[in-house]
């Protein structure tokens, strides 16, 4: 089945640690998307990619770094210099043109310990 | 800036009524497309319904329909004949040519839905 796959569901940073949030399609999507969610907040964009190789920052990129080398693969790093990471986070692809309907992960729950 | 607005927090409706989520939108863009989200508790994201800017006639999806009124950027969704599988909360959102077509949400309305 086509889809999008966000991995791990839970996931956990100790203070001071990089990790990095998977998020991977087999949809042939070209656009790829990362959004935060706070409690009681609507999603905020991270960073996107509109091709392989290229992205670029969302509205909260700061903290955060991506990469891009492959079509099906967009991971999220949450760096040490995020002060506040704990948020709900979503991946999301489409084929890139306006009326394309987006595809969301199941999302990823991230806490600090 | 770009924004979404939702005014609404939350909004309670009993099964088999009609209820009404608001939202308002502000963008200098002609050419934009608006979308309205379902987000149950699961927290996956469901695409309710969508709208081209372009187009002056509401979009309807079975007991979903949109009243889109272009001059005041207002962009609201109606249930009717609630359910209550239709608690959840609802994100109002618009794409355009920015940020490459990502969406841009509002804070979003949690619905309640009474027996």
């Known amino acids: 089945d086509g889809g999008i796959t966000q991995s791990p569901k839970y996931l956990f940073r100790k203070e001071g640690q990089n990790v990095t949030l998977s998020c991977e399609q087999n949809?042939?999507?070209?656009?790829m998307y990362w959004y935060r969610q706070d409690p009681g907040q609507g999603l905020r964009l991270i960073y996107y990619s509109q091709i392989v190789n290229d992205f670029q920052k969302g509205d909260i990129a700061e903290g955060y770094s991506v990469s891009r080398e492959k079509k099906e693969s967009f991971p999220l790093t949450v760096t040490s210099a995020q002060k506040n990471p704990t948020a709900f986070y979503l991946c999301?692809?489409?084929?890139?043109?306006?009326?394309?309907?987006?595809?969301f992960g199941s999302g990823t729950q991230l806490s600090v310990l | 800036a770009q924004t979404v607005t939702q005014s609404q927090p939350e909004m309670s409706v009993q099964e088999a009524e009609t209820v009404t989520l608001s939202c308002t939108y502000d963008t200098s863009e002609s050419d934009y497309y608006l979308f309205w989200y379902k987000q149950p508790p699961s927290r996956q994201m469901i695409l309710v319904i969508r709208q081209e800017a372009y187009k002056q006639q509401n979009a309807t999806e079975n007991r979903f329909s949109v009243n889109f009124q272009k001059a005041a950027k207002s962009f609201s969704l109606k249930i009717s004949d609630s359910q209550l599988g239709d608690a959840a909360m609802y994100f109002c959102?618009?794409?355009?040519?920015?940020?490459?077509?990502?969406?841009?949400f509002g804070k979003g309305t949690s619905l309640l839905v009474t027996p």
């Open positions: 959102a618009y794409r355009t040519a920015n940020s490459g077509y990502a969406l841009n």
């Open positions: 999301a692809s489409s084929l890139g043109g306006p009326n394309e309907k987006l595809f």
């Open positions: 949809l042939n999507h070209d656009a």
